[in-house]
């Protein structure tokens, strides 16, 4: 009989058992794994003692690539650590998700946008108003916004313009709607300042014999669009501007009228008094 040699397993107090002359005996528990996965399975019992003390479950992982991977139940292996190295993706700027969420825009769309409107922040409320105002009329919001996108990263894309001085006073003399206000803005600013000028006198004339102002501003975008003269304005509309103006100068010129008869019947009346007063003298005197 040959000499026993030590164990360090399951067959004595440390290990692996058998007799020397029949050779090693196959190892079991906590010495299998290490005898399967060397380093690895040593590695795995000491950073996790649940495997240490099921050797079973332990084998069980080094035999599966992706569990052995992932380095145990801790989830501390090269599968994790390639997960936290993962990039985020960017964040969506919270106006544009606005819009995008007002139009039912997919998520996609609102990181291209928001990717473009960071070279865009000198007119970035600007941009958002103008895209707020052609989507709401769009059948399709999200083909439009891709087309507007577009004109964006080319250059050609225009926000919305604010009415300036002279414009601005025309619409509040005429109380024109904001749409009105802001359709005349954008078409305006395509022309220079004397252009700009010489329309204005000639929007002015139609707006100032119109019922309704704002309609009639609709009306003339086409021929201002295409650059085209707006033409003779007809004749003032009962309750237009022009109209009010006329019976207020009518009711003024009436008004002075009445005054200077008045005036006359005042004096006439005063010249019959100091007649009479006169008449009554002479005759107190004889």
């Not at 005349?184 to 002015?204: G, N, P, Q, T, W």
Request: proline share 6%.
């Amino acid at each position: 009989m040959g000499r026993k040699s030590k164990t360090i397993g399951g067959g004595g107090p440390e290990g692996y058992g058998g007799d020397e002359g029949d050779g090693a005996a196959a190892p079991s528990g906590a010495g299998q794994l290490l005898h399967a996965g060397g380093l690895q399975g040593l590695g795995m019992l000491g950073a996790n003692p649940l495997l240490a003390a099921n050797p079973l479950l332990a084998m069980h992982m080094m035999s599966n690539p992706l569990l052995a991977g992932a380095g145990g139940v801790g989830g501390s292996g090269k599968g994790a650590a390639q997960q936290d190295n993962t990039p985020f993706a960017p964040l969506i700027d919270p106006d544009v998700q606005e819009l995008c969420d007002y139009f039912h825009i997919e998520e996609r769309h609102a990181r291209r946008l928001t990717d473009v409107m960071k070279k865009r922040q000198g007119t970035f409320v600007e941009d958002l108003e103008r895209l707020y105002d052609v989507l709401e009329r769009a059948n399709s919001p999200a083909g439009l916004l891709v087309v507007k996108m577009r004109e964006m990263e080319e250059g050609t894309f225009v926000g919305k313009v604010k009415a300036d001085g002279p414009l601005a006073a025309v619409s509040k003399k005429y109380k024109l709607d904001d749409q009105a206000e802001s359709k005349l803005a954008d078409i305006l600013a395509r022309y220079d300042d004397s252009k700009r000028k010489e329309y204005l006198v000639e929007i002015e004339r139609h707006l100032e014999v119109s019922s309704r102002p704002s309609a009639m501003a609709m009306m003339l975008l086409r021929k201002l669009g295409e650059g085209q003269p707006l033409g003779r304005p007809g004749p003032p509309a009962p309750g237009s501007f022009l109209d009010r103006m006329q019976r207020e100068r009518s009711d003024n010129h009436r008004g002075r009228d009445d005054d200077r008869d008045r005036d006359r019947d005042r004096d006439r009346r005063d010249r019959d008094r100091d007649r009479d007063r006169d008449r009554r003298s002479r005759s107190r005197r004889r």
